[in-house]
């Protein structure tokens, strides 16, 4: 028979080998140790000189958690982001499941690993003020389908935006409100009582005044078409 090495007070990764406690049912010599944690458990002795174990449990956990968290993101909002994303494609009861995973829209395996989102999204532009935005809405979350957008950007890239030409230009309804300060249920609700674009775009939003009627934004008296 072999030589039994004493590994009493060797070191194995987070294990300190305390004594040995002897054989198990398969012949195994077994080693009362101890992690850096505090905790003591009895440790195959092969399992403490391959590298099979290096802790009690503690070590992968830590692990697990730096790699999903990258330094505390899990609170960030950034890591909400990505949950959404993965949500809206991947859960069933997901509330916006129907417009994206119902709709065959998924997110790539790569992006399944937050840590490889986070180095996307922090050297592609990402800060706190924007949104991921798809630019080809058909498809799915991918690294070159995919920016960090306003919310007017994203607005202007939807599948169902109305195009609007005046005075030789032509852009979506959003970014003409934009332009001219003007609330998008307004500008729509001008076009759909039958306002000429020009008139929709320019005329001044009417404002209930002081003893009734109605005052534009230069403090004239009119009154919108119902």
């Not at 195959?44 to 391959?50: D, I």
Request: positive net charge; hydrophobic residues 30%.
């Amino acid at each position: 028979m072999a030589k039994v090495i004493d590994l009493t007070g060797k070191r194995f990764g987070r294990w300190t080998v305390i004594r040995k406690y002897g054989r198990n049912p398969k012949g195994k010599i077994m080693w009362l140790c101890k992690c850096d944690c505090g905790t003591a458990k009895i440790v195959r002795g092969t399992a403490l000189t391959t590298g099979a174990t290096q802790s009690c449990g503690c070590l992968a956990k830590e692990l697990v958690r730096e790699r999903m968290t990258i330094h505390g993101q899990c609170y960030s909002r950034l890591y909400r982001i990505w949950q959404d994303m993965k949500n809206r494609c991947e859960n069933l009861k997901d509330i916006k499941y129907h417009e994206y995973g119902g709709k065959g829209i998924t997110v790539c395996g790569e992006w399944h690993d937050f840590s490889c989102f986070f180095q996307w999204a922090m050297g592609n532009g990402y800060y706190d003020s924007l949104s991921i935005d798809r630019i080809d809405g058909k498809k799915g979350y991918y690294p070159s389908n995919c920016r960090w957008a306003t919310i007017i950007e994203q607005n202007n890239n939807k599948r169902n935006n109305r195009i609007i030409s005046y005075c030789g230009k032509s852009q979506t309804m959003a970014m003409w409100c934009h332009e001219i300060g003007m609330p998008e249920s307004t500008l729509g609700s001008r076009l759909s009582r039958g306002w000429s674009i020009q008139r929709a775009l320019t005329e001044p939003i009417a404002r209930k005044a002081k003893g009734g009627g109605w005052r534009n934004e230069t403090g004239g008296k009119f009154k919108e078409a119902i």
